[in-house]
């Protein structure tokens, strides 16, 4: 793959017992040109919920955006929040969909 061609990033997740760390790199380029370095690629989605979405800035934002909507539909039907469980089997079944 050319450099030209890559449109990835990074990021990097481990956890404890009691914690956890979710690490990426910010930078927002198009080839070797770069826009931005404060690019935000860990999202928040709820206290107990986040995630590290790598790739192309607008499929990230894209799946970002959904995730939000398919959270608070959970949180509207069930009247609870979700579990990290739950919201990996969410992610899994989205990601898988877009095959």
């Given amino acids: 793959m050319s450099i030209f061609e890559y449109n990835g990033s990074a990021v ?3 956890v404890g017992k009691n914690c956890f ?3 990426s790199d910010r930078r927002l ?3 070797l040109q770069t826009i931005a370095t404060d ?3 860990v999202f928040k989605i709820h206290d107990k919920l986040y995630i590290g979405l790598s790739g192309l800035a607008t ?3 894209t799946l970002y955006q959904r ?4 959270h608070k539909l959970y ?3 069930e009247e609870r929040d979700m579990k990290p ?3 990996a089997s969410l992610v899994s079944a989205l990601l898988y969909e877009k095959r």
């Fill in 59 to 61: 499929d990230a934002q």
């Fill in 21 to 23: 760390a979710i690490a």
């Fill in 75 to 77: 949180q509207l039907r």
């Fill in 39 to 41: 690019f935000q690629r």
């Fill in 29 to 31: 380029g198009v080839q």
């Fill in 85 to 87: 469980e739950t919201f």
């Fill in 67 to 70: 995730l939000v909507f398919r």
């Fill in 12 to 14: 990097v997740a481990m």
